[in-house]
């Protein structure tokens, strides 16, 4: 079942208003196959989120932005690698960027549709929207958890660098799973 940006959705402990990313408490995670055989994984921090959320949680809006620069693959050679123009290209691209154009409900799974913008190429995109729950921290602030995830093509945004193994295949996958664990708090 689909629902509408037209219908009004019920969350318990949902408020209105704005949301800013607590970069403390969130990043961007990352894997992709290496050598065909193994996953290598890293994380980029989050720079800037800001979540729109007016009365109907179909009409969230969300606007966010990592750090290329800081990725960590946990190898520092790779890491350097991933900055380089052979893939990021992190001085000319500094930053990765999400601009949602919707949220829906379909088959009970919440789901974010939005540009995605990697190496200055935008590309349309759907995060899996996990909601961890609403909650008072011990300084009186109203926070926010959730769990986002896609799985990216990254040579539709212009991440081609590769190579050849002896034993047949290539050195990294061009699927990416993308997953972003986030943490927000209710400007007041």
Not at 15 to 25: M, Q, R
Not at 101 to 118: K, M, Q, S
């Amino acid at each position: 079942m689909t629902e509408s940006t037209t219908a009004t959705l019920e969350i318990p402990g949902y408020k209105a208003g704005t949301w800013v990313l607590d970069p403390s408490h969130s990043e961007v995670n990352f894997s992709v196959r290496h050598m065909m055989i193994s996953k290598v994984r890293g994380t980029f921090d989050v720079k800037s989120a800001t979540i729109i959320a007016p009365e109907n949680p179909l009409e969230v809006s969300v606007v966010a932005s990592a750090d290329v620069a800081s990725v960590n693959s946990k190898d520092e050679a790779r890491d350097n690698h991933l900055r380089s123009a052979d893939f990021f290209d992190a001085e000319t691209h500094p930053t990765l960027d999400f601009v949602s154009t919707g949220v829906r409900v379909e088959n009970g799974d919440f789901l974010v549709d939005g540009d995605l913008t990697i190496r200055g190429i935008t590309r349309p995109v759907t995060f899996e929207l996990d909601f961890g729950g609403f909650g008072v921290d011990p300084w009186g602030n109203y926070k926010a958890g959730a769990t986002a995830k896609t799985v990216i093509n990254r040579e539709d945004f212009g991440l081609v660098w590769n190579a050849a193994l002896e034993t047949g295949g290539v050195l990294v996958g061009k699927d990416v799973t993308i997953t972003l664990d986030l943490q927000g708090s209710l400007q007041a």
